[in-house]
């Protein structure tokens, strides 16, 4: 496929592969030039090497499958985008917007060096697609798009990830651990001294 060409999936035009490169983070936010690129490629690293730790800690600790998995959705994610931007620069040719394809392993080289590279974004589901009428204020005449990011199989796992933590696991966020802690056991005398214990 060339920059920017696409097809529908399954024939439907609310569902499409679109070929799109990004210079980026994650639903092709860019940042700040070559130095931001490189500076997020570090950032990436340094992320990828925690978030391995934290998933070996959470192994060891025996902690719920759902916390674990959530976490590896995310590392998978962080690795997934960092390969892309490590190599894909290394082993292709440009591709110029619709023009022609990208060669792999090309005479003079690819089109940047290690960790310069783009990432290849493919998925983009523009399922609301309109025009705001003119009369409107502010965004009269405007277009809008839900959802307009084309984004990768590497960002849907760091977004599953962080979902399936926020709804499923937020008691970790908060403590650190998922396990069930013990209920604390309070003495209670009623009238007559006897005791009582609460829950």
């Known amino acids: 496929m060339t920059y920017g060409e696409e097809f529908g999936i399954l024939g439907l035009s609310w569902a499409r592969i679109h070929f799109v490169e990004n210079e980026g983070m994650a639903f092709g936010i860019s940042f700040g030039g070559s130095g931001g690129k490189l500076a997020l490629s570090l ?8 978030l391995g730790y934290i ?7 025996k902690e719920k499958h759902g916390l674990i998995a959530s ?15 490590a190599f894909f620069g290394i082993l292709f040719s440009e591709s110029s917007y619709h ?22 974004d493919m998925f983009y589901f523009p399922m609301i697609d309109f025009h705001w009428p003119d009369w409107m204020p502010v965004w009269g005449g405007d277009r809008f798009q839900f959802f307009k990011p084309v984004f ?5 796992a760091i ?6 933590m926020l709804v499923f696991h937020r008691g970790f966020l908060r403590t650190g651990s998922s396990k069930d802690v013990e209920p604390e056991v309070v003495e209670v005398t009623n009238q007559d001294g006897a005791s009582l214990e609460e829950e």
């Not at 998933?55 to 600790?61: G, Y």
């Not at 590392?75 to 997934?80: I, P, S």
């Open 159 to 164: 977004s599953l990830g962080v979902l399936s």
């Open 71 to 85: 976490f590896a959705l995310i590392l998978a994610g962080a690795v997934g985008n960092i390969l892309d931007s």
């Open 99 to 120: 023009g022609h394809p990208a060669i792999m392993f090309p005479e003079g080289g690819g089109y940047a060096p290690f960790l310069y590279g783009r990432v290849v």
């Open 152 to 156: 990768n199989v590497a960002d849907s």
């Open 55 to 61: 998933l070996v800690s959470l192994i060891k600790a």
């Open 43 to 50: 950032f990436r690293l340094v992320a990828v090497a925690f």
